[in-house]
T-cell receptor
Framework: NAGVTQTPKFRILKIGQSMTLQCTQDMNHNYMYWYRQDPGMGLKLIYYSVGAGITDKGEVPNGYNVSRSTTEDFPLRLELAAPSQTSVYFC???????????FGQGTRLTVV | ELKVEQNPLFLSMQEGKNYTIYCNYSTTSDRLYWYRQDPGKSLESLFVLLSNGAVKQEGRLMASLDTKARLSTLHITAAVHDLSATYFCAVSGGSNYKLTFGKGTLLTVNP
């Protein structure tokens, strides 16, 4: 049971480049989330999904897009990378009662 | 807007000592979570507290919840070096289980 898997683990982007952070879970969870973690700031919600085909904005959605075509996958897209998007990104999923949220290992993104 | 405040943000302890981390939140929430994060690692779930007066313990860590005061505490008993990590509290409300996190408490346990 792999849980929540994120790829890549590390990435360096140039300003203006685009990329997709991949996230997949094998627990058949309906709820999936993307958070970013900046030093000393805790985690902030970027986007979330309550099921396939349904997504919504979180606290800090600007500069990002998501899609949820299957229950398993929840990719996060950065269209025009900016230095302010340098952060550690965590994908997470939650079972239907919300008692436990499982986090991926994170993607450390640097925009230069 | 739901806000979560933790204090202290930095905590340096000696092994064998006791201490408490506090987590205040601003609006009614139906569940409170505690997570641990080691440097460069992901978040590990420690506790979820669901009701007023809930208390959970695991080893040297004990978490409690007072929903009337909108306060949760994480008590550390007889600290050991292995407890060194960053501890986050988070709250959620509603049916989508979005988490709002505190800024975290960086705990360092010194020999």
């Amino acid at each position: 049971n792999a849980g929540v898997t994120q790829t890549p683990k590390f990435r360096i982007l140039k300003i203006g480049q685009s990329m997709t952070l991949q996230c997949t879970q094998d627990m058949n969870h309906n709820y999936m989330y993307w958070y970013r973690q900046d030093p000393g700031m805790g985690l902030k919600l970027i986007y979330y999904s309550v099921g396939a085909g349904i997504t919504d904005k979180g606290e800090v959605p600007n500069g990002y897009n998501v899609s949820r075509s299957t229950t398993e996958d929840f990719p996060l897209r950065l269209e025009l990378a900016a230095p302010s998007q340098t952060s550690v990104y965590f994908c997470a999923s939650s079972e239907n009662r919300g008692l436990v949220t499982f986090f991926g290992q994170g993607t450390r993104l640097t925009v230069v | 807007e739901l806000k979560v405040e933790q204090n202290p943000l930095f905590l340096s302890m000696q092994e064998g000592k006791n201490y408490t981390i506090y987590c205040n939140y601003s609006t009614t929430s139906d569940r409170l979570y505690w997570y641990r994060q080691d440097p460069g690692k992901s978040l590990e779930s420690l506790f979820v507290l669901l009701s007023n007066g809930a208390v959970k313990q695991e080893g040297r860590l004990m978490a409690s919840l007072d929903t009337k005061a909108r306060l949760s505490t994480l008590h550390i008993t007889a600290a050991v070096h292995d407890l060194s990590a960053t501890y986050f509290c988070a709250v959620s409300g509603g049916s989508n289980y979005k988490l709002t996190f505190g800024k975290g408490t960086l705990l360092t346990v010194n020999p």
